[in-house]
């Protein structure tokens, strides 16, 4: 018996088409759905934002190292945003470094030794764990004397009144330091507190009692440019010294490596703009836009002071060994309670600049 066959036809093309659209009109339809129940975002999200760095630093122009890497665009290369505030004082610096208020900050090697040895100015609650370290060096502080015009000698500073940010940092050691080896003993002089560089300069402005204080570059020469005496370069004084660091508590440093070794990367890239005898011109100009007080004459010749080998920011952001040996030395003998410092690996970690290929 013959069996019939059946032949099933190929659906037209309109058919096709017709069930195309039905199923990409349902996908369609479950997206909007699926979207509709996704809690909407205002405003707007950035689709790839850059890692933030919340730095206290001092204000001067020993921050011109940042503010090249910022207007060279490095640190938008690394994807990080550096936000910066500045600091009325060392106390409040270390305080709000400390207590995790800020991440990173720009501040005097001593500092962190002084916390970690418990020598330090500022109150901490009982068992406050101070992590700090340093993870790279900027410089030897530019450190000068800088007097009243009527002071035109450290010898001369007998029976007046010195300014310090506070008696235990070691910037007022290295003022003790010079007044010792110019014969002038401590009882020779009164000590008042007066904050950081910035305010102790708009305080010999404001005071002319305040005879001397320990000063930084550029504030010497905008001193200078008023009239005051810078009497001794502390680097003619007391040999190399390790001035100012990138501090950051060990823990954060450890739990956002890749950020700290970013954030260098980017540092090292803005020296070597600042180095580049090409952009005289715009590191000038940064420095008048972010220095207060500064003008194009000054902007001059601070760049010939931060832009040297010998008495600039430092060339790569290493530590300065000899440099470390007199801020130690400074610490054993005027600290307080007494110590004896040697260890200079204890305050600082080199891990970073090497995952940054900086040796």
Not at 240 to 245: D, F, Q, R, S
């Amino acid at each position: 018996m013959l069996q019939r066959t059946h032949n099933i036809s190929a659906p037209k093309p309109a058919v096709v088409i017709a069930l195309v659209a039905l199923l990409s009109a349902s996908a369609a339809f479950r997206l909007h759905a699926q979207q509709a129940l996704e809690p909407k975002s205002f405003p707007e999200k950035h689709p790839d934002p850059p890692q933030v760095i919340r730095m206290l630093n001092f204000a001067g122009g020993f921050n011109l190292p940042l503010w090249i890497t910022q207007r060279q665009g490095y640190f938008a290369g690394e994807k990080i945003d550096v936000k910066i505030d500045f600091t009325p004082g060392s106390t409040y610096q270390l305080t709000h470094l400390i207590a995790g208020t800020y991440d990173m900050g720009f501040t005097a090697i001593d500092n962190i030794i002084a916390y970690r040895e418990g020598q330090n100015e500022a109150y901490l609650p009982p068992g406050t764990d101070v992590d700090l370290i340093a993870v790279l060096a900027s410089d030897d502080a530019f450190l000068s004397i800088s007097a009243q015009k009527d002071i035109t000698s450290v010898a001369a500073l007998k029976g007046h009144t010195v300014t310090v940010d506070a008696l235990t940092t070691g910037f007022a050691f290295v003022l003790r330091e010079v007044l010792a080896r110019n014969g002038v003993t401590e009882s020779e002089v009164k000590f008042e507190r007066a904050g950081g560089v910035a305010n102790r300069y708009r305080m010999m402005i404001e005071n002319p009692a305040h005879a001397a204080t320990t000063q930084i570059t550029p504030f010497d020469l905008l001193g200078e440019a008023r009239g005051f005496n810078t009497i001794a370069r502390v680097r003619d004084v007391l040999g190399p010294y390790l001035g100012n660091v990138a501090a950051a508590k060990r823990s954060w440093a450890e739990a956002h490596r890749d950020l700290v070794v970013r954030f260098i990367r980017a540092y090292a890239k803005g020296l070597d703009a600042m180095y580049d005898p090409n952009n005289r011109q715009i590191v000038e100009a940064i420095l008048v836009a972010n220095a207060s007080g500064m003008t194009p004459e000054l902007a001059a010749k601070a760049y010939d002071v931060f832009v040297n080998e010998k008495t600039g920011f430092f060339r790569k952001p290493v530590f300065d060994q000899a440099g470390f040996k007199t801020v130690l030395a400074l610490r054993s003998k005027y600290g307080v309670p007494q110590k004896t410092l040697a260890d200079a690996g204890r305050y600082y970690d080199t891990s970073y600049l090497e995952a940054a290929g900086i040796k």
